[in-house]
């Protein structure tokens, strides 16, 4: 299991470690599988590992062209599709954004908690949850592909500022 916070976007911590960590991981994953992080791809990861929120693509662009990476909308799009192909990212349906994941190369089911006052995203264990649906789906004959679990709220810090 990753030494990253789970559930740390809506607590204090170091941040810097944070990040840090998630690089350092996705090196490592790259490196198993034989994958290049180029450096747009890196700088794409970075941009996502900065701050605990999705981003959209064109703001990723943004980014990316600042830094000198180039300003048309493939060069953000091809990044991010590496970053979620390779469990490094996710994308957060709701918002049309890409979040870093926060266990990058386990194999999982990520519960998104989005909050609607900051656009703060954290990303928890969603397994149970998982469960719950491929049970109701059995019953019904379905059978689950992919899921997307995603609530909408008010984070701790933007709840404590709004009493």
């Given amino acids: 299991m990753s030494d990253l916070p789970q559930t740390m976007a809506f607590a204090p911590h170091d941040h810097a470690h944070c ?4 690089l350092a991981r996705a090196e490592q994953i790259a490196a198993e599988r ?8 890196r700088r794409a990861l970075e941009i996502l590992l900065e701050a605990h929120r999705a981003m959209g693509a064109y703001e990723v662009l943004d980014r990316l062209a600042a830094d000198g990476f180039g300003n ?5 799009y091809r990044a991010l599709d590496f970053l ?5 990212a ?12 926060t266990r990058p190369g386990e194999a999982h089911s990520p519960a998104f908690f989005i909050c609607t006052g900051c656009s703060t995203v954290a990303e928890a264990p969603g397994a149970a ?3 719950a649906m491929d049970e109701a789906a059995a019953a019904l004959g379905f059978a689950v592909a992919r899921t997307s679990i995603e609530a909408v709220g008010t984070c701790p810090a933007c709840r404590g500022a709004a009493a």
């Fill in 84 to 88: 979620v192909e390779h469990g490094l």
């Fill in 129 to 131: 949850i998982r469960a």
């Fill in 72 to 76: 048309q909308p493939p060069v953000a």
């Fill in 34 to 41: 034989g994958v290049r992080l180029t450096p747009v791809r």
């Fill in 90 to 101: 996710h994308r957060i349906r709701r918002l049309n954004a890409f979040a870093a994941c």
């Fill in 19 to 22: 990040a840090g960590s998630g």
